[in-house]
């Protein structure tokens, strides 16, 4: 209930803040812009009164000289005015201290630059050109082969990762090294031997390590009740025959098995059911020996080893340990909750290490797995047959694979290897081969945009259907197409509007929209950095790997929510509710949550958890591994909220005087005073540092303070615009005033992501209508999304 | 049916392992060969370190008279007998960055001689090793620039040794003062990553064929790309079809290379060996294997961790090795160290013996390699860092004098020898740490051997 009054309110606000913002905006929309300067124009008005005086043609701040610029047809500057209107949206500008314009002006000033400027992109349009080889990378290949074969693999084994440009690892992918190919061709041979149940292989296998961090003293979501600890551990067994699964248990650093004091019961698990069950237990003491002369750890856990028969195809592999009924950690002593190093906090029971699968030995047969019922869509009982039963496998593969209709010509090859590979050893193997040159293929490894013929250069022009099937498929699932999109793309129903719209909603409602957020979100709020923090364990004996993966799972749960829910984006902000485990409960101090499953739990008022301001995730991606840092967490916010980035630091910067400030025990707000009182430092720590103040009442692991080296934490601060604002409500307020500056970001990066190149200035008015429209709506996820798709840079391209 | 048909004899060609059923696949070598082929007539100098924790007990390590001349060696190097006029013995070496005496900073300054930062965090900050740095000169044309590897499958973060964060324990090598590179000890991941699959000659061969294939039809889709794409998507094409050229040409290395296959045939070792002995013999016929096929030429090894409890029941030591090597001056525990320390010299020997026994070029691999073995630290009863147990083995391409005891009078830098040794392979440094010059008499003053 809370929620709703909530929400009205604020529908309240934005609507207020919206018919202000964009007030004449349609109409200019409609109305002819004279090209030329007309000096007229508010924003000229505005810019002559109060820009001038820093950005003209002897200071030239900022690199900028509006008082040319000013007198000079906007088209000729388009993306220094773009600038501008970024700077004055987000009352960067003027600087505080300096005149500023009353709101009224400053917004009707914006209203008729905006309006300008999107009329002369309306004139001019400029959808941008993405470049016309884009490999799929290492996520989008991994889904591409699951949702072509049936088949989980794991990618990161031989491919390597993906650099990122402009936040995204989807946006340089041009390029193709020799060893790139390389992987690319034997990831082929690999997924095709696998997909196909491919002739014995030596016995390979996989070996699963866990963090040496995590903490295995209570339940893991996802095995049997009743027992602590341990992995599921998902693989994809190549063929029918016997497997030898060994596990080893995690040492300490004198090779001891750690937590090992007493006999302890080990499950084995293939899908759930038990396969053996183990007993591991301390070697029997030597009464004649001291205690630190006992026999080493070596073969304590050398009999945990186990051959089965299992059948091709997916299966989970338990090892876990079953719960002893009581133990000290559950006593009120409060203790860590970390355990997981001899020294510090030491493990209680023996843990998980490694878990090695290896076989086929005695290989039985290629079994009946997803993949080959995907695969052999017929299966020839006649030698005569097999030819054609070859075509029609490859053909519907390659369709898929090359995500357009296929033709004589493209399986003229894979058939002829096919046949090679047939002749020698079978019809299988040929299958094989051919999927093998199918996955090597260029046309497969790479998203392909052509240019229509004689077209003139620089032309603007409409994708094909099938290229916006691809950049579609790509954008909401980082994959292919399936075959009902690949379908109304090969009809030529992608065109009509509602068709669009209606697979856009179809996609978003697949769980493989789950890319959204384990590929997009996880990269725009930076969490694929949460594996590489590690807080310093003096400071924050409580971290282990366990809290570290539930910051990043309720982060996920939460963008999940927004859009799986179809909820306004502005939710990721002011959500009322979280999910939370027990182990994240604990950490936040949140009572009556129990167990390792994740649920939603929402807060009345004002809580200290919520939306991504509040959760741990965030709070320590932007810190360093002592402390909070208001500096990065205001960069953070800057960047990827609201969308307008500080310029880097200048070189030679001085380090902050840490160790004098840390004798002094100072918070980290005394000790940043130097950034506000050297004028150096202040033109941009001014922007950040006050936005990270107001998040100070949460350490560098995200839990709530009100202490900071034993004086009380000040969360109150004034931010750039001039906006007091106090902690972490106050911040969340101040942000929301102007909700279009984070729908904006948001968009932008959506933008970056689906199209696969950095947003140029000459994407603004497409930005600005997506945002405009989705506003009527509420914001919600799905008419961001549904405007992305309808945008000119997402359904254009121009020609080289 | 299918698999019977291409199931293949079992063989046992690496020790300590199960027989298995091998198929094809030399992905990871073709680079390695690559690079072999370019340069045929060079004999390839390879670098190597083994590392063994806690010390010695010197008195049995060392051998007897005043340094020169090897002629008889001491009862902890007698395994090194049969290629004792490969082996040069130096004493008296000293780490002065090692202390305050841990098995933390042992292990930390044995390749970097260098301070390790004291932490137990994430930031901690020691050097960059001196096999890094050669690796930075001769791993460029190799698949691997260079290969780390342990014995112990053990992961440990945070604290490890008097407030010294694990990496320091557990990581001999550094790429940088704050990269340290993991080490591994499963011997079929070590192999998966130099060698694929594996197989025999004739398998490896046809895999290879089989991918020609692929590679050719590869080459042929993007030139039917290119007809259809315009003039300045056309120049991206070419740069694609010079790649697939790279790769094609990589190929035909590779299948050249095995039709006088310079490598036996190679199986994949399932699991890890129950026996110490077995593991470690197993873990060196793969560094073998890696410098024959030239994967890689500069290796880490970590024979056993710092304070490792290993007990080695085999030569009748059933004590765990930490403790027993604070021996507090006991005669009978003391006896015991000196015994543990023989048998991981018998297993280097083994090493050493193998690395002879390949031929390469005009002499064996052992002739063309430089290895290093020793401790960081030096009595492991008091933690202290010097009277180091070192050996220097192998013939350096002609350029080692083996057979000698150099013994210093004074305590001298480690540094001292890894400025040798880097200046050896061909990375000219003014210093290194905190060396103070270059051991001479290592090297041959005059090449006579070429």
């Known amino acids: 209930m809370p929620n709703q009054g909530k929400h009205v309110v604020f529908r309240w606000i934005a609507a207020g803040v919206l018919a202000a913002s964009f007030v004449g905006v349609p109409g200019a929309e409609q109305r002819p812009i004279p090209a030329s300067p007309s000096a007229d124009a508010p924003y000229r008005a505005l810019v002559n009164t109060y820009c001038l005086s820093c950005h003209n043609n002897r200071t030239k701040a900022g690199g900028l000289e509006l008082d040319a610029i000013n007198t000079q047809d906007l088209g000729e500057h388009w993306e220094a005015w773009e600038k501008v209107v970024r700077k004055l949206r987000a009352r960067q500008m003027p600087p505080p201290g300096a005149r500023r314009p009353e709101d009224a002006d400053r917004t009707a000033a914006l209203a008729s630059l905006e309006a300008s400027l999107d009329g002369l992109s309306a004139r001019t349009p400029n959808p941008g050109r993405t470049d016309t080889f884009r490999r799929l990378n290492r996520t989008e290949y991994q889904n591409a082969i699951r949702d072509l074969l049936a088949l989980e693999f794991d990618a990161a084994s031989v491919l390597p990762s993906d650099s990122a440009s402009y936040g995204f690892d989807n946006v340089t992918v041009g390029n193709l090294s020799p060893t790139l190919l390389e992987s690319y061709v034997s990831a082929a041979e690999k997924i095709s031997r696998l997909a196909v149940g491919g002739p014995s292989l030596s016995p390979g296998g996989a070996t699963v390590r866990l963090r040496p961090d995590i903490t295995q003293e209570k339940h893991v979501e996802g095995l049997p009740v009743g027992t602590r600890g341990g992995a599921l551990v998902p693989h994809t067994f190549p063929l029918d025959g016997e497997y030898e699964i060994t596990i080893r248990l995690a040492r300490d650093r004198n090779e001891n098995i750690e937590g090992l004091t007493e006999a302890h019961q080990l499950d084995l698990l293939l899908d759930g059911e038990r396969l053996r069950l183990f007993t591991v237990e301390p070697a029997s003491v030597k009464e004649d020996e001291p205690a630190k002369y006992q026999p080493s750890h070596d073969n304590l856990d050398g009999h945990l080893k186990i051959r089965v028969p299992v059948t091709a195809g997916p299966h989970t592999v338990g090892v876990t340990f079953a719960q002893k009924p009581s133990l000290l950690i559950e006593t009120a002593r409060q203790p860590y909750e970390a355990h997981f190093n001899y020294y510090r906090h030491p493990r209680i029971t023996p843990a998980v290490y490694e878990i090695s699968i290896v076989g086929p030995y005695n290989a039985a047969g290629v079994g009946d797995t997803p993949s080959r019922r995907r695969l052999f869509t017929c299966k020839p009982s006649r030698k005569q047959d097999e030819d054609a039963c070859a075509k029609r496998i490859l053909s519907t593969l390659t369709r898929r694979a090359y995500r357009r209709p296929v033709t004589d010509e493209d399986l003229q090859k894979p058939l002829e290897l096919y046949h090679a590979a047939k002749t020698s050893d079978g019809f299988e193997a040929g299958i094989e081969m051919g999927l093998a040159a199918v996955l090597s293929s260029p046309e497969f490894l790479f998203r392909?945009?052509?240019?229509?013929?004689?077209?003139?250069?620089?032309?603007?022009?409409?994708?094909?259907?099938?290229?916006?099937?691809?950049?579609?498929?790509?954008?909401?699932?980082?994959?292919?197409?399936?075959?009902?999109?690949?379908?109304?793309?090969?009809?030529?129903?992608?065109d009509k509007p509602a068709v669009l719209e209606r697979e856009v909603r179809r996609m978003l409602a697949d769980?493989?929209?789950?890319?959204?957020?384990?590929?997009?979100?996880?990269?725009?709020?930076?969490?694929?950095?949460?594996?590489?923090?590690?807080?310093?364990?003096?400071?924050?004996?409580?971290?282990?790997?366990?809290?570290?993966?539930?910051?990043?799972?309720?982060?996920e749960l939460l963008v999940d929510s927004v859009i799986r829910e179809n909820r306004s984006v502005l939710d990721l902000l002011r959500a009322n509710y979280t999910f939370l485990n027990e182990r994240l409960a604990k950490h936040y101090g949140v009572p009556n949550i129990?167990?390792?499953?994740?649920?939603?739990?929402?807060?009345?008022?004002?809580?200290?958890?919520?939306?991504?301001?509040?959760?741990?995730?965030?709070?320590?991606?932007?810190?360093?591994?002592?402390?909070?840092?208001?500096?990065?967490?205001?960069?953070?916010?800057?960047?990827?909220?609201?969308?307008?980035?500080?310029?880097?630091?200048?070189?030679?910067?001085?380090a902050l005087d840490n160790a004098k400030a840390a004798v002094k025990r100072l918070p980290i707000r005394e000790r940043l005073a130097e950034h506000r009182a050297n004028p150096a430092c202040a033109g941009c720590h001014r922007l950040m540092d006050p936005i990270g103040f107001a998040l100070e009442n949460y350490d560098a692991v995200g839990r709530w303070r009100t202490l900071d080296a034993n004086m009380p934490i000040d969360a109150s601060s004034t931010l750039f615009d001039g906006t007091p604002v106090q902690g972490v409500a106050g911040l969340q307020a101040a942000i929301l005033r102007n909700p279009e500056l984070f729908v904006s970001t948001l968009t932008e990066k959506l933008l970056t992501f689906s199209t696969g190149r950095g947003v140029q200035y000459y994407d603004s008015p497409a930005i600005r209508k997506i945002v405009r429209e989705s506003a009527a709506d509420d914001y919600r996820f799905s008419s961001l999304v549904i405007g992305i798709v309808n945008s000119t840079p997402f359904r254009m391209r121009k020609a080289s | 049916m299918m698999i019977s048909k291409k199931a293949l004899p079992r063989r046992t060609f690496l020790r300590g392992m199960g027989a298995t059923v091998a198929l094809p696949l030399l992905d990871a070598m073709i680079p390695s060969m690559t690079a072999l082929a370019q340069t045929?007539?060079?004999?390839?100098?390879?670098?190597?370190?083994?590392?063994?924790?806690?010390?010695?007990?010197?008195?049995?390590?060392?051998?007897?008279?005043?340094?020169?001349?090897?002629?008889?060696?001491?009862?902890?190097?007698?395994?090194?007998?049969?290629?004792?006029?490969?082996?040069?013995?130096?004493?008296?070496?000293?780490?002065?960055?090692?202390?305050?005496?841990?098995?933390?900073?042992?292990?930390?300054?044995?390749?970097?001689?260098?301070?390790?930062?004291?932490?137990?965090?994430?930031?901690?900050?020691?050097?960059?090793?001196?096999?890094?740095?050669?690796?930075?000169?001769?791993?460029?044309?190799?698949?691997?620039?260079?290969?780390?590897?342990?014995?112990?499958?053990?992961?440990?973060?945070?604290?490890?040794?008097?407030?010294?964060?694990?990496?320091?324990?557990?990581?001999?090598?550094?790429?940088?003062?704050?990269?340290?590179?993991?080490?591994?000890?499963?011997?079929?991941?070590?192999?998966?990553?130099?060698?694929?699959?594996?197989?025999?000659?004739?398998?490896?061969?046809?895999?290879?064929?089989?991918?020609?294939?692929?590679?050719?039809?590869?080459?042929?889709?993007?030139?039917?790309?290119?007809?259809?794409?315009?003039?300045?998507d056309r120049s991206k094409v070419s740069q694609y079809l010079d790649t697939v050229?790279?790769?094609e040409r990589r190929i035909q290395m590779a299948e050249a290379q095995t039709l006088d296959s310079p490598l036996p045939d190679l199986d994949r070792p399932v699991g890890v060996p129950a026996d110490y002995a077995d593991h470690a013999k197993l873990?060196?016929?793969?560094?073998?294997?890696?410098?024959?096929?030239?994967?890689?030429?500069?290796?880490?090894?970590?024979?056993?961790?710092?304070?490792?409890?290993?007990?080695?029941?085999?030569?009748?030591?059933?004590?765990?090795?930490?403790?027993?090597?604070?021996?507090?001056?006991?005669?009978?525990?003391?006896?015991?160290?000196?015994?543990?320390?023989?048998?991981?010299?018998?297993?280097?020997?083994?090493?050493?013996?193998?690395?002879?026994?390949?031929?390469?070029?005009?002499?064996?691999?052992?002739?063309?390699?430089?290895?290093?073995?020793?401790?960081?630290?030096?009595?492991?009863?008091?933690?202290?860092?010097?009277?180091?147990?070192?050996?220097?083995?192998?013939?350096?391409?002609?350029?080692?004098?083996g057979g000698r005891h150099i013994k210093y009078a004074e305590p001298t830098p480690l540094a001292n020898l890894h400025l040798t040794l880097l200046d050896r392979v061909g990375v000219r440094l003014d210093s290194f740490a905190d060396s103070t010059g270059k051991i001479d008499t290592l090297f041959s003053p005059v090449n006579l051997a070429g």
């Not at chain 1, 392909?448 to 909401?476: C, H, N, Q, T």
């Not at chain 1, 923090?533 to 282990?544: A, G, Q, Y």
């Not at chain 2, 090597?325 to 005669?331: E, L, Q």
């Not at chain 2, 009277?387 to 080692?400: E, F, H, R, S, T």
């Open chain 1, 594 to 654: 129990y167990g390792s499953r994740f649920r939603r739990v929402t807060f009345d008022g004002d809580a200290t958890r919520g939306g991504l301001l509040r959760q741990g995730s965030i709070l320590m991606v932007t810190s360093y591994p002592t402390r909070t840092s208001p500096v990065i967490r205001g960069k953070w916010i800057l960047d990827n909220l609201l969308g307008v980035p500080p310029p880097p630091p200048p070189a030679n910067v001085p």
């Open chain 1, 448 to 494: 392909i945009e052509r240019d229509p013929a004689s077209l003139a250069s620089g032309a603007s022009y409409r994708i094909s259907d099938l290229e916006l099937a691809s950049r579609l498929s790509f954008f909401v699932w980082s994959s292919i197409p399936d075959d009902q999109l690949l379908d109304a793309a090969a009809r030529g129903d992608l």
């Open chain 2, 40 to 232: 045929p007539a060079n004999p390839v100098r390879r670098l190597g370190f083994v590392y063994i924790p806690m010390g010695s007990d010197i008195a049995r390590w060392t051998p007897a008279g005043e340094g020169g001349v090897l002629t008889e060696l001491s009862s902890t190097l007698s395994p090194l007998a049969p290629v004792m006029k490969h082996v040069t013995v130096v004493s008296n070496m000293e780490l002065k960055n090692a202390y305050p005496g841990t098995h933390a900073t042992s292990n930390a300054a044995f390749l970097s001689a260098a301070k390790a930062k004291w932490t137990e965090s994430s930031d901690y900050f020691l050097g960059t090793t001196v096999d890094q740095i050669a690796a930075k000169q001769m791993g460029q044309d190799t698949q691997l620039p260079s290969l780390e590897l342990a014995m112990d499958l053990m992961e440990v973060v945070g604290q490890c040794d008097n407030g010294y964060a694990c990496v320091y324990q557990n990581n001999l090598s550094w790429s940088s003062p704050t990269t340290p590179l993991p080490a591994e000890a499963h011997p079929r991941v070590v192999f998966e990553r130099l060698f694929g699959e594996g197989g025999t000659s004739p398998q490896r061969r046809a895999a290879l064929g089989r991918r020609a294939s692929l590679l050719d039809w590869v080459r042929d889709d993007i030139s039917r790309l290119q007809r259809q794409l315009g003039a300045a």
């Open chain 2, 283 to 401: 873990m060196f016929d793969l560094q073998v294997l890696a410098l024959q096929g030239d994967v890689t030429r500069v290796i880490t090894f970590q024979l056993a961790r710092e304070t490792s409890n290993r007990t080695y029941a085999e030569i009748g030591v059933p004590d765990a090795h930490h403790p027993t090597s604070h021996h507090g001056g006991d005669p009978e525990k003391i006896a015991k160290i000196a015994k543990i320390n023989q048998f991981h010299v018998s297993l280097f020997g083994y090493f050493l013996e193998r690395l002879a026994s390949v031929t390469d070029g005009d002499g064996t691999l052992l002739d063309h390699s430089v290895l290093m073995y020793g401790s960081g630290m030096g009595n492991p009863n008091v933690h202290d860092h010097v009277n180091l147990p070192i050996i220097v083995a192998g013939g350096g391409a002609g350029k080692i004098r």
């Open chain 2, 245 to 247: 050229r790279e790769v």
């Open chain 1, 511 to 555: 769980p493989r929209s789950r890319n959204l957020v384990t590929n997009f979100a996880s990269q725009w709020l930076h969490l694929r950095n949460l594996d590489t923090i590690t807080p310093d364990m003096r400071v924050f004996p409580d971290f282990d790997d366990n809290l570290r993966q539930a910051f990043r799972e309720e982060t």
